[in-house]
């Protein structure tokens, strides 16, 4: 009998032992198909501190890296503590989180992958966005610095100061464009020339220029059109319930022929004739540069798109004109309830004015940005977020077949991610590394 029971608990350990062994080998080879997929190219910002990355552009072996990065820590020599066994800043302001946050700051650097990189700009504030033009000379940077010291605003919000700066040599020099300090001057987007385009801030907010961003004309949107929930245009989810100064819309884009296209979700609303009554859906509408503002305060009761429940994160125009919308399938909560379950994604392709195409993922897929290479294919950043996960992982799906199917691979971590169409290939810089992936 003790013979048995002992052989029992060596077979039972024997099976844990060889389930252990499957478990290690299965996730070590996802591991080397993971690290197998990327090319390492260089390591790059190895100087730059502290690490970090928020967005990448590469040409050839030319690098630009904007980078919205807080301060740098720096611990005290053991000989200088007061404890031995206690670590102490250099610094006292590196204690308390007010100075830590007024210290952030929005950089961009840039050079090549041989050389390495260096700053070309850097201003404080806590976020930012920007464009560059196709030739790599113009350069748009907007910033954003609340000062966390100051109570907030009238509006709830802490209060906020902002710049607008453009650079028409590639960073060597820059002008700081006039503009409202307390204005959020939002995303640029401009055409290859850098002197038409846009700015798309919170608020839902729009402004065009015609010369470099010298004057602006804002594009007014009616006071029903904010209804004080949208998609965030970052694609990662919902935001809660939001005052109206911080509505966003949830997507939008500049198209290569100069035609910006914005989406936001409505509860309910009158359209013009033919429309009527909408109710929990997303307008998409099609604004062309040259459009007057007189046509533009008509347009906004014809939309170019109506899809009810569900709501646009993404849009990009194919060369043939047709557009590629991601979208969260499912009506909004309500504006009390903030969004606890995931909406499945899908993608929509529409043309000649109707629905050509739909193809929804699968429910662990939290869509990022859409991009659109040089055949058509269609290249979506997003993550991987099951029911039983705490945190997510980087994922990349790849059509090239128009969005009938997708390829799903998982990319581990990233501290910035760039798709390179022209070379039909991915970019992620992880610490302090650059690795390459092509698609085939």
């Known amino acids: 009998m003790m013979l048995f029971v002992f052989f029992r608990i ?137 000062n966390y010291k100051l109570p907030n605003g009238p509006d709830g919000y802490g209060q906020r100061w902002h710049t607008l700066w453009k650079s028409i040599d590639g960073g060597q020099s820059w002008q700081q464009l006039q503009w409202p300090e307390h204005v959020q001057p939002g995303q640029p987007l401009f055409m290859p020339d850098g002197k038409r385009g846009y700015l798309v801030a919170d608020g839902m907010r729009i402004w065009r220029t015609f010369d470099g961003g010298q004057s602006w004309q804002e594009i007014t949107l009616p006071s029903w059109a904010n209804q004080q929930l949208t998609g965030h245009p970052s694609g990662n989810g919902l935001l809660p319930m939001i005052k109206d100064s911080r509505a966003t819309f949830s997507a939008f884009d500049l198209a290569d022929d100069g035609t910006l296209r914005v989406a936001f979700y409505v509860r309910k609303a009158k359209l ?36 009810q429940q ?28 903030a969004e606890t379950q995931q909406r499945p994604a899908a993608y929509i392709r529409w043309k000649d004015g109707k629905e050509n195409f739909r193809h929804q993922f699968d429910e662990h897929v939290v869509p990022g940005a859409l991009f659109v290479g040089p055949q058509d294919q269609l290249v979506l950043a997003g993550e991987s977020l099951n029911a039983e996960q705490t945190t997510s992982d980087s994922i990349t799906l790849v059509s090239t077949d128009r969005g009938l199917t997708w390829k799903e691979t998982n990319d581990g971590m990233a501290y910035a991610w760039y798709y390179e169409a022209d070379k039909n290939r991915i970019w992620k810089y ?5 690795y390459w992936r092509k698609f085939n």
């Not at 928020?54 to 904007?66: A, L, M, S, Y």
């Not at 004739?273 to 046509?295: C, F, H, K, N, Q």
């Open 430 to 434: 992880q610490y302090r590394s650059l």
């Open 272 to 307: 013009a004739a033919g429309i009527g009554d909408v109710a929990e859906s997303t307008l998409l509408y099609r604004i062309p540069l040259s459009t007057s503002l007189d046509e533009l305060a008509r347009k906004w009761m014809q939309p170019e798109i109506v899809l």
């Open 10 to 146: 060596v077979l039972k350990w024997l099976v844990i032992i060889i389930i252990g062994l499957v478990l290690l080998v299965v996730g070590a080879y996802g591991v080397y198909r993971m690290l197998s997929m990327w090319t390492y190219e260089t390591d790059l910002m190895e100087h730059d501190k502290p690490y970090g990355g928020g967005d990448i552009r590469i040409r050839d072996r030319q690098v630009v890296v904007f980078k919205p990065i807080g301060p740098e820590f720096k611990l005290k020599p053991t000989a200088e503590l007061k404890n031995p066994e206690v670590a102490e800043f250099t610094e006292e302001w590196m204690n308390h989180v007010d100075e830590i946050g007024n210290r952030a700051s929005v950089r961009l650097l840039r050079g090549d992958m041989d050389k390495g990189v260096h700053r070309i700009f850097e201003k404080p504030g806590q976020n930012g966005t920007w464009w560059l033009s196709p030739d790599w000379k113009t350069i748009y940077v907007s910033t954003d610095w609340t």
């Open 310 to 337: 569900q709501s646009v994160i993404d849009i990009k125009t194919s060369h043939d004109g047709s557009l590629n919308l991601i979208t969260l399938l499912g009506q909004l909560k309500s504006e009390k309830i």
